[in-house]
Every structure is written in C-alpha cells, then in structure tokens.
C-alpha cells in the first residue's frame, strides 16, 4: 500500500514561531500536496510540486512556504506562526499517469495549535 | 478560484436507506470527479472516481452519477450501515490520471447512519 507519513499527528506553536511540517510518501509519486482543513470550509489547497524542486501556489499560499529537495519529501513551511493557521494539515501525493483515474494518497494529518 | 458545491452540509439516514450527496461545479474543463471518505482522525481515501464519458460508475454500494450538461454529479449509497459513517468529500480535476494541478474539494458533508 502506499503510505504518505506526516511527521507529527499533534503540534502545539506559539505566535511568531517558525514551524516545520514534514511529509514522507514511499511510493515514488512525482505529485505532492498540502491541503489545509478546516470545518466547513473542506479542504483547501496550500501549495503542490510535480517535481523535485518545483512548486507551484494552491488557492491559500499566503503565510506558507514548501521545500521539496527530495522525490519522497515534501515540507511546509510556516514563516511566522499565527492563529489564524490553527488548522488541520493533510499531506497528499499522487502518480502522474494517462489514461486511468489515479486517486489522491492521503497522510493522516497535523493537527496544528497555534497559541 | 474553481468551486465545486457540495450538498448537504451533514445527513442522517436510518440503516438500509440510501444518502445521497450531490454535487455541482463551474469549470468545463474538469474531466475527474472522485468522492473521498473521511473517518475521524484520519486522511481522505479515494472511494469512488468518474470521468464524463459514463454517466455512471457502481462499486460495491457505491455508485456515481454524473450529469454532463447539468454540471453535477452524485454519490448514492446503497443499504447503508453505520460503518458508513464518515465525512464525504466530492473532488474535481481538469486532469485525469491523477494530474499535478491538485484537486478541488467540496466543502463535505457529515454523515451518519443510524442503527
């Protein structure tokens, strides 16, 4: 089974901080998420890579950065803590395929407090 | 941004009857529409997929429907259980295959199936 591992299930920050999300996938997908998840807002994408390196903004990057320096790995960033960015954070990696429906492999979350 | 709408926000279906979530989107160039199931203090799971060339898809209790020309599209359950219980996102890519752009989510609907 693929398996998308995000470092840490709880996470408690205080305003200001810099804070690291990690997220491992072991399934050699080229595609890499961030969503965000909030209560009745759904999920809402922060940032995607389809490539080492690369990266490209979803619909809500501002406060956030990503790092991919590595196929399996796939960072966010956040620069300066806010509470506005107590949310729960969903890792997703994807296969690049053609022809067929590939679905979305999800990690089981960061649920992030900022305090 | 491109939205898709979700409906209801949250369902309560007596065990054996059929829920039934809908959803509508805007883009035209959408060709990927899966559902993802939630349960608590976990990631989404891809359920169920559908490309607009079929106008529906069964899996087990499962199925999609698909309106083309309405823009909107369906998940059914049939004879519900309460192991049903979970969170139901429908989702919509312009790529299939699992293309690198992200997927946009609906907002979600809660559900629960009562014994």
């Known amino acids: 089974d693929v398996k998308v591992t995000q470092s840490s299930r709880y996470l408690v920050k205080r305003t200001g901080e810099k804070v690291f999300l990690e997220c491992v996938q072991d399934?050699?997908?080229?595609?890499m998420f961030w969503y965000r998840q909030d209560p009745g807002l759904g999920l809402r994408l922060i940032y995607f890579?389809?490539?080492?390196?690369?990266?490209e903004k979803g619909d809500i990057p501002e406060g956030y950065s990503v790092s991919r320096e590595k196929k399996e790995r796939f960072s966010l960033i956040l620069e300066s803590a806010s509470t506005n960015q107590t949310s729960m954070y969903l890792c997703?990696?994807?296969?690049?395929?053609?022809?067929?429906?590939?679905?979305?492999?999800f990690g089981s979350g960061t649920r992030l407090t900022v305090v | 941004q491109q939205q898709v709408k979700q409906s209801p926000q949250s369902l309560i279906v007596q065990k054996g009857g059929i829920p039934i979530i809908n959803c509508a989107y805007e883009?035209?160039?959408?060709?990927?529409f899966p559902w993802y199931q939630q349960f608590p203090g976990k990631g989404p799971a891809l359920l169920i997929a559908i490309r607009p060339d079929v106008s529906e898809k069964k899996e087990g209790r499962f199925t999609i429907s698909f309106n083309k020309s309405a823009k909107q599209f369906s998940l059914h359950i049939m004879d519900s259980q309460p192991g049903d219980s979970a969170t139901y996102f429908c989702?919509?890519?312009?790529?299939?295959?699992?293309?690198?752009?992200?997927?946009?989510f609906g907002k979600g609907t809660h559900l629960i199936i009562q014994p």
């Open positions: 997703a990696s994807s296969f690049t395929g053609t022809g067929d429906i590939y679905g979305y492999t």
């Open positions: 883009n035209t160039a959408f060709d990927y």
């Open positions: 890579s389809y490539d080492v390196k690369m990266k």
């Open positions: 399934m050699d997908h080229e595609n």
């Open positions: 989702a919509a890519s312009p790529h299939s295959g699992g293309g690198a752009d992200g997927l946009t």
